[in-house]
């Protein structure tokens, strides 16, 4: 029902930072929550973070806190996941996701983006 496109990856050097965007198409609600996962060569996909539509709730994974910020522009159509003090291990392939019900957690996304992949490294 939604179309997402993920974009900004790169290469970055420890301690850097990367922007990424998610570009968001068709009909959306302000209950949604829109969500960041990533997924690390031979590892499973994990939960990143979350973002109401409406903004009206966040939710982070630990190791991301403090580091990373999730929002969104609703006049762009448009989510964001600023990461600074990048690490090694932030190196994944990352995937925005649009979760109908509204839940902040790792469970319950139906629309998923082709992922946008970030590396980490000197």
């Known amino acids: 029902q939604v179309q997402l496109v993920e974009f900004g990856g790169g290469l970055v050097q420890p301690g850097g930072s990367l922007r990424l965007s998610c570009a968001v198409s068709g009909r959306t609600f302000s209950s949604y929550a829109m969500g960041w996962f990533r997924q690390a060569p031979g590892k499973a996909r994990e939960f990143v973070a979350a973002?109401?539509?409406?903004?009206?709730?966040?939710n982070y994974k630990d190791s991301v806190k403090g580091r990373f910020t999730i929002s969104r522009d609703t006049a762009k159509n448009t989510v964001y996941l600023q990461m600074n003090s990048l690490k090694p291990e932030d190196t994944a392939v990352y995937y925005c996701?649009?979760?109908?019900?509204?839940?902040?957690?790792?469970?319950?996304?139906?629309?998923w983006g082709q992922g946008t992949q970030v590396t980490v490294s000197s």
């Open positions: 996701a649009a979760n109908r019900r509204g839940t902040l957690g790792q469970a319950g996304y139906d629309d």
């Open positions: 973002i109401r539509w409406n903004g009206g709730l966040i």
